[in-house]
């Protein structure tokens, strides 16, 4: 079974930082586009950060300079490292991939880790 399954979400102070990490699991035979996206209270789902096989990488404005997306194709892992956390930067933050398994290429979603900022 293939699962894509975050961690590293919880409760930080304004101006902490977090590291969220998206690792993909199970008979995957190549991970192409991935993404970070975060979903607040009464808001739409909204993208904030994605990255190429090849590591070009892409912001919302209002996360540049704040929160940088990596990943370990070795280890078909993603990280999203947030620092100067704002109160808007609550919510559950999800990570979405296309991944190809068994032939299939399709995309796959995380189930989502909550991320708080709050003092």
């Known amino acids: 079974q293939v699962q894509l399954v975050e961690s590293g979400g919880g409760l930080v102070q304004p101006g902490g930082s977090l590291r969220l990490s998206c690792a993909a699991s199970?008979?995957?035979?190549?991970?192409?586009?991935m993404d970070w996206y975060r979903q607040a209270p009464g808001k739409e789902r909204e993208l904030v950060a994605s990255?190429?096989?090849?590591?070009?990488?892409k912001y919302a404005d209002s996360v540049k300079g704040r929160f940088t997306i990596s990943r370990d194709n070795d280890k078909n892992t993603m990280y999203l490292q947030m620092n100067s956390l704002k109160p808007d930067d609550t919510a559950v933050y999800y990570c979405?991939?296309?991944?190809?398994?068994?032939?299939?290429?399709?995309?796959?979603w995380g189930q989502g880790t909550q991320v708080t900022v709050s003092s």
């Open positions: 979405r991939a296309d991944m190809a398994v068994r032939g299939v290429a399709r995309e796959y």
């Open positions: 199970g008979s995957i035979f190549w991970i192409n586009g």
């Open positions: 990255i190429t096989r090849g590591h070009s990488t």
